[in-house]
């Protein structure tokens, strides 16, 4: 094997390490913080739980003990949103989406999450701008960009 093959074999693999890492990372509640630094309450774990279940009353219930007890976690906050928004209380989770927003303006879940409710909502400007945010996030993509794309294609399509 040539130095220049062995070069290049080395550099596909730590490319291909590199973008495995980035979706195993970005799996979950997206936010900058790895598994590591993220709070784990029981009210959080709890809360997970019954967003995995789609209980959304008692995912509300958790979160909301959760942000009592710890208001800079942008994560529950998501959380939240995410939940009110499956009950279509869409002013409970646009609140709460701006709040995780203004905790951490780089967290890729909420404005994916948020976007998604502007697009329910009727607003497609607004989930644009949180679109653009997550293009200019997400270097080499990521699943929340690549999700919100999808739904404001399939709301444009709707709409034609």
Request: aromatic share 12%; with cysteine; net charge negative.
């Amino acid at each position: 094997m040539t130095f220049r093959k062995f070069i290049l074999a080395i550099f596909t693999v730590f490319a291909a390490q590199l973008l495995a890492a980035q979706i195993v990372f970005s799996a979950g509640s997206s936010s900058s913080t790895t598994e590591a630094e993220a709070p784990k309450s029981a009210d959080f774990a709890a809360g997970k739980a019954a967003i995995d279940a789609e209980q959304w009353e008692a995912a509300i219930a958790a979160f909301t003990k959760v942000t009592t007890d710890e208001p800079k976690n942008a994560d529950a906050y998501n959380y939240l949103g995410y939940a009110n928004r499956k009950l279509k209380n869409y002013d409970a989770a646009f609140e709460n989406y701006n709040n995780a927003l203004a905790i951490n303006p780089d967290h890729k879940g909420a404005n994916e999450y948020i976007g998604e409710a502007y697009l329910q909502t009727g607003n497609l400007k607004m989930a644009e701008e949180h679109l653009l945010k997550l293009d200019a996030l997400c270097f080499f993509g990521c699943p929340e960009y690549t999700m919100l794309k999808r739904a404001v294609e399939d709301y444009k399509a709707k709409q034609s």
